[in-house]
């Protein structure tokens, strides 16, 4: 692609909602977190938590502790939820830290897969900005703890897809119109041959809600960290021209246009929506906002709300516990209270 075409594609943020970059890591003197002990990872897990909060950086005040034990069901799925930890880190949480950075952009797992998972997330797309500020963590704690590394295959990792840079790069993308025209089943073969993986909304073996969808790099091994993040944005800005032509494909379908109204409407007026109903209105509503549709609503705020709807992450904001009825009606609110304090003229026609 020419440096024109990207210099023209440079705000991404009508399909890229955000950017990860996630290290994995080990610490050199203990086995990998599968052969340790109860005691050993309390060890494990206090040697990293010291080396962050007491490693006299510039950030290292900004973090909070928290031991995953100690945590309700409700609290550590919110964290999934809002993309801080995986589903599997929460799956035993004996053992396990988490050190999250007060605006909630860094997070290091502690003995997860492996010893310990740096993970930097910026809104919309900026792979740069990721990778740097993941990389002066990882700098700074390698200066303390030895990360596990060697000549040949460098860093050393408790599974071989992740040995080498250790590094997934990733962006969070929203892409309804390639889902709609059927296009996905496609790409995800096509993506495969390029060292890339698609995936649902919270990862491996998830389901892409909201036409939500994570592109990642797969090869770690003989690819440095640069041309890994070089190659999914190449594969990204492609990625973003094929969904911007099948919107515009998409834009005079009756049918669609139908589909993102009603969504519109429902989401104004309903008073009860589960949580995969209103993914799906609030997916069909961003895309309505980013073809021009809805100009009072900010994409922003629905990407907010792709969040805060999710049913742990409702009941911590809320503080207590509740039945799936309850969650639907107060979901419905939280909608109605947040996306239209300001009114959108029902007749306002596409550009």
Request: glycine fraction near 6%; charged fraction near 25%; aromatic fraction near 6%.
């Amino acid at each position: 692609m020419t440096e024109k075409k990207y210099d023209e594609l440079k705000d991404l943020s009508d399909v890229v909602i955000s950017t990860r970059i996630r290290f994995a890591r080990n610490l050199e003197d203990y086995p990998f977190p599968c052969r340790l002990s109860g005691e050993k990872k309390f060890k494990v897990a206090n040697t990293v938590k010291d080396a962050v909060l007491e490693g006299h950086s510039a950030i290292s005040d900004k973090f909070k502790y928290i031991q995953m034990s100690e945590l309700t069901q409700e609290e550590a799925v919110s964290l999934v939820e809002r993309h801080l930890v995986s589903p599997e880190f929460i799956s035993d949480r004996l053992g396990r830290g988490l050190l999250i950075l007060d605006d909630e952009s860094v997070s290091i797992m502690i003995n997860e897969e492996d010893h310990v998972r740096i993970q930097v997330i910026k809104q919309n797309m900026d792979l740069d900005g990721a990778y740097d500020l993941a990389d002066k963590i990882d700098t700074l704690l390698d200066e303390r703890l030895n990360f596990a590394f060697n000549e040949k295959f460098g860093y050393l990792t408790q599974c071989p897809t992740n040995i080498g840079t250790g590094m997934r790069a990733s962006l969070m993308m929203h892409l309804p119109a390639l889902k709609e025209s059927g296009a996905m089943g496609k790409i995800s073969a096509s993506l495969s041959k390029l060292g890339l993986v698609i995936r649902g909304i919270y990862g491996e073996g998830t389901e892409p809600l909201g036409a939500i969808f994570q592109l990642s790099n797969q090869v770690t091994l003989g690819i440095s960290e640069q041309e890994a993040i070089n190659n999914l944005r190449d594969i990204a800005h492609q990625l973003v021209m094929q969904e911007r032509a099948a919107r515009e494909a998409l834009s005079k379908n009756i049918n669609i246009l139908d589909g993102i109204y009603r969504s519109y409407g429902i989401l104004h007026y309903a008073k009860l929506m589960s949580n995969n109903e209103c993914m799906k209105l609030l997916s069909n509503l961003r895309f309505g906002i980013e073809m021009g549709i809805f100009e009072n609503i900010d994409a922003n705020t629905v990407n907010r709300l792709f969040i805060e709807i999710q049913p742990a992450t409702l009941m911590k904001n809320i503080g207590k516990k509740l039945s799936a009825a309850e969650r639907d009606q107060i979901r419905a609110e939280l909608v109605r209270n947040t996306l239209f304090h300001q009114k959108v003229p029902a007749n306002r026609r596409l550009k």
